[in-house]
């Protein structure tokens, strides 16, 4: 199944995460304002996943500008990036992929607005294609951090459908799985939006990987009655001093793990090491709106009247994480300096 | 809103809360199977209330007995109760409960059948009365510890809808709150039946008492946050070294408060404690069908072929607790020593 993918006539079709498991429809995109649209709503969701599709989405912004001058090209395309950036707040791929693009086209200064475009949809390849290259070698580098037998408590959903392809934590499940390791899951089923449930339980099924399914507030009980190896996330954007944000719930992984005696990997490609910020006290919590709390498939849960807190996402200390498994290796505390070896310039 | 209320043409009507907040509809129960059902399919649940509906549901199965002899009479209705008690088996107060109305007829051995009826009938209402009357005891004792405009966070439903009335951990929230000293709360949604969102939001929006809903993978975050003092919830057993079962979650809550230096609180009546255990790996712990994860109001979230682990509780070890909050008053490490001073014949 894949989460995108670039049509020749010159659209993105979007495999619409919304309606999975049950539903597999995928959108077309044939401007930048659809490929906004599809990340606000969550059609395309996931780090890697949001940068890759909002590069794309750059090309479509690059089709519709009509200016035959390469400053005034420039100048609205900055424009349209800037939407596409301000989708979604705190995962800095999104961000990462945009500036990347852009940089390439500053690196043609002598180039016309024709070849700039097409500079553009090469980049998003190369973005695309790349991520699936670097969740890859995530994966083998992860592999060897998981015993024999393993049993891995994950959280969301850091799979194929949050990457371009093969996925950052299932990356390292698969590998792991694909030598032989007879790994089994446990999949929390992350309130409120459920993408352990509806992506991450129904990528391991098709795969054939053991998965079992648990409500978030049963990860503590789950690592006392010693039914976990090890807890292993994705992350959407990681601090310099190696503090990672992630979907909410992570923290609470990455406290209980840390009374368990348990690691906590954090599985992710440098592209969401943000060197920019000092500590995760300065990345950016995106809140969304309560009816994701509220409501399920239209339906009130809740009475009138309740106030929600529905933060999206959630900080973990560096002092909780074990170790990040990047595209360019295992990097281990101190992060601050181990870090910067794998993503510094 | 009652729970539950006895009739005088002698039938029990029971608040059917699997129906909450939306539909307030009222079961009618004239036998003791109707009970039963009602505790196996949670239309009353909580472990007061559950003790209480038990108490009336054997003064069902009494009616319906009709062996004239006393020792036949006897020799049914114990079957009955251990039928009603096998219907949920981590709660104590349903044993406890059964074994008071049992005991109450023990202690008559000259009343004949037509006077036994009558003293369970008198004895279940004791049950039920002396349950809202401790529950507003359980109140004041934990008002005491809550600071003026304290900011709680409590875990399932432990409220008027889980006792015969007031609540347990409800009811301390309910006495502070009557007590002026502003409280807000946080409700942790409780899944996988939602009984944060379902039952104790619509307590506390119609009391008026300021509530703010969260999924329960919230709840760390939430801390690490400064944006709660005190964590309360309620019991459904409290072994003899003060390991406590309750809803499933409550151990990760525990373990988060301990992490962030806050008070962790039980309030639960004496009933609850079961000095026969020693510990809490003696409890048993329910295991409920897969479908209350996979599905929700008869939806498939889930896809096909995932497995599913679906505890109803959970135990906290009893260094996690500050303290127990009981009617006969607030109990303190040590446990064993002071659980039995309160608890004990």
Redesign the interface.
């Given at each position: 199944m894949e989460t995108m993918r670039w049509k020749e006539d010159g659209r993105l079709e979007l495999l619409d995460q919304t309606g999975l498991?049950?539903e597999v429809v995928y959108l077309t995109c044939s401007s930048y304002q659809d490929v906004a649209g599809a990340i606000r709503r969550l059609a395309v969701r996931g780090a890697p996943a949001i940068g890759a599709a909002a590069a794309y989405g750059l090309v479509l912004a690059a089709e519709a500008i009509k200016e035959p001058a390469r400053e005034d090209f420039l100048l609205r395309l900055q424009a349209a990036a800037g939407e596409l950036a301000a989708t979604r707040p705190t995962a800095v791929n999104l961000q990462w992929a945009l500036d990347r693009l852009l940089q390439k086209l500053r690196s043609k200064p002598n180039e016309e607005v024709p070849a700039l475009r097409a500079a553009l949809l090469e980049e998003a390849h190369a973005v695309y294609r790349e991520d699936v290259a670097g969740n890859v070698k995530i994966g083998n580098y992860g592999s060897e951090l998981v015993p024999f037998g393993a049993r891995i408590l994950t959280h969301c959903n850091a799979g194929a459908l949050a990457t371009a392809g093969y996925g950052t934590a299932l990356g390292v499940i698969r590998a792991a799985h694909g030598a032989g390791k007879q790994v089994i899951v446990?999949?929390?089923?992350?309130?409120?939006l459920?993408q352990g449930?509806?992506l991450t339980?129904?990528e391991?099924?098709q795969e054939g990987i053991?998965?079992?399914?648990?409500?978030?507030?049963?990860?503590?009980?789950?690592m006392?009655r010693e039914k976990v190896d090890l807890v292993l996330v994705g992350a959407d954007r990681i601090a310099a001093n190696g503090d990672v944000a992630n979907k909410?719930?992570t923290?609470?992984l990455a406290?209980?793990a840390g009374?368990h005696g348990l690691p906590f990997y954090v599985a992710a490609p440098v592209s969401t090491v943000d060197l920019k910020l000092t500590s995760g006290a300065e990345i950016p919590i995106e809140e969304r709106a309560p009816a994701e709390?509220?409501h399920?498939?239209g339906?009130?849960?809740?009475?009138?009247?309740?106030?929600?807190?529905?933060?999206a996402f959630?900080?973990t200390p560096h002092r909780l994480v074990t170790a990040v498994i990047t595209d360019r290796g295992v990097v281990y505390p101190p992060y601050r300096e181990n870090l910067r070896k794998v993503a510094g310039k």
């Open positions: 498991p049950h446990y999949a929390g089923e992350t309130r409120p459920l449930t509806r339980a129904w391991l099924v053991p998965v079992t399914l648990i409500t978030d507030n049963m990860a503590g009980y789950l006392a909410i719930g923290y609470s406290v209980l009374k709390v509220t399920l498939a339906r009130a849960l809740a009475p009138e009247g309740v106030r929600v807190w529905n933060p959630d900080v």
